[in-house]
């Protein structure tokens, strides 16, 4: 089996979306599969055809010039299936697998059409949605319809439809796509890859200014959709019953500035430690640092629909965590057994599911062996790999056949 994949970007770039592609190429592998690679421009200007990363080959596009709306994203597609033809027609793969957003479903079907190559496409989460949550455009708008229809055409013409969760599953098929025709790929972990929390390091807690401190913690980028404010806002009610905790946020992202200027505002910028972005490598460390950690999502669509990886990751490695009751987090999350849930938007809920978690330390034991064995028994990578064999299966019979008709 020969699959070519098209994604919008891919490692060395660290994301929610690179860590998932990796690891659901490297599965595919161990199932004796091989495995193509092309990248949209996003990934950037390179020098180079092709970088090879982690053990695995990236083919790259070439970034055309920048223009308004419409035109930019019609050049991006034309760059992709040039170059996705070309990689086809070179490889002769059995399937075209394209990754969200739709500027790669379009090109691979175009290319799929003319080479006869059965397509999938596999959605984690909707273009339109996370524009609104970037402040491009707003949900209902010219833009956002228009938007939505060409993820509806896109759907209604590939072979095969993937996606991240039930969520999305089901605004899929709303659209009329036939339930048969969409599989849920789950978001998952590498257990091998995740190590269980261990000692905090003495001399980077000293230098981050944490000794003493309890510490309520988020490691990821700074997007409006994570609900940092909220932890924020809710922070000076926890402060007035606990004055050793402290927030440590590791990462950054577009709403940096506005969390550091909210962090004064609400005078409380001393007890609020920013690290910046650190290497890969050394997340763990920080992690090592945190008491509890607060997933505080918003409620809207994007975060109703989709499933991140955070939660997943830190049953892996045992952590203990708090969550928002949005849709993403409740598929993955048992209240009360592996988490625990709090009402989305509410800052006083927020604290007080803080203190109760703190105040109940004797309990952390037992949500973190059922963290653990949740996704050692469901969310790994083996099961949820497994379910493209049969589609992927299922399309090369029916190419094969219709070859020899």
């Not at 000794?211 to 700074?222: E, K, L, Q």
């Not at 609400?266 to 609020?272: N, R």
């Amino acid at each position: 089996m020969r699959i070519l994949h098209i994604f919008d970007h891919s490692l060395p770039l660290h994301s929610g979306y690179t860590f998932r592609s990796a690891a659901i190429l490297r599965e595919q592998r161990a199932l004796g599969w091989e495995t193509f690679h092309l990248t949209s421009p996003k990934q950037g200007k390179t020098a180079v055809e092709f970088e090879d990363t982690d053990g695995l080959r990236f083919h790259r596009c070439p970034v055309p010039p920048s223009g308004p709306p419409v035109i930019n994203e019609w050049r991006q597609m034309r760059a992709i299936e040039a170059r996705l033809e070309g990689l086809a027609r070179d490889i002769k793969p059995d399937i075209l697998h394209a990754h969200s957003p739709v500027l790669n479903a379009i090109p691979a079907l175009r290319v799929g059409r003319r080479l006869g190559i059965p397509v999938v496409y596999e959605i984690r989460a909707f273009w339109e949605d996370a524009a609104v949550d970037h402040g491009t455009t707003r949900e209902g708008s010219v833009r956002y319809r228009l938007t939505r229809a060409l993820e509806t055409w896109a759907l209604r013409r590939v072979d095969h439809a993937f996606t991240i969760c039930e969520g999305l599953r089901k605004d899929i098929v709303s659209r009329g796509i036939a339930p048969d025709k969409v599989t849920v790929i789950p978001n998952a972990v590498d257990i091998e890859g995740f190590q269980l929390s261990g000692e905090p390091d003495a001399e980077l807690k000293r230098r981050l200014g944490l000794d003493g401190a309890t510490v309520i913690g988020f490691i990821g980028s700074f997007y409006a959709y994570e609900g940092l404010d909220l932890l924020l806002d809710a922070f000076p009610a926890m402060l007035a019953k606990r004055l050793e905790l402290r927030i440590l946020l590791v990462g950054g992202g577009p709403q940096d500035a506005n969390l550091k200027a909210q962090a004064q505002r609400l005078g409380i910028a001393d007890k609020v430690v920013f690290t910046g972005r650190v290497p890969h490598g050394e997340v763990s460390r920080y992690y090592d640092l945190i008491d509890l950690l607060a997933y505080p999502r918003h409620s809207m669509r994007l975060t109703e629909l989709v499933t991140p990886l955070k939660p997943l990751e830190a049953m892996a490695q045992g952590r203990i965590f708090v969550a928002s009751d949005v849709g993403g987090h409740k598929e993955l999350v048992r209240d009360g057994e592996t988490g625990r849930l709090f009402k989305a938007g509410d800052a006083g809920a927020l604290a007080a599911v803080v203190e109760e978690m703190l105040g109940q330390r004797d309990t952390w034991p037992a949500y973190r062996a059922a963290g653990r064995d949740y996704v050692e028994r469901v969310r790994n990578w083996r099961n949820s790999v497994a379910k493209y064999k049969p589609v992927y299966e299922r399309l090369v019979r029916s190419r094969n056949s219709s070859d020899q008709v």
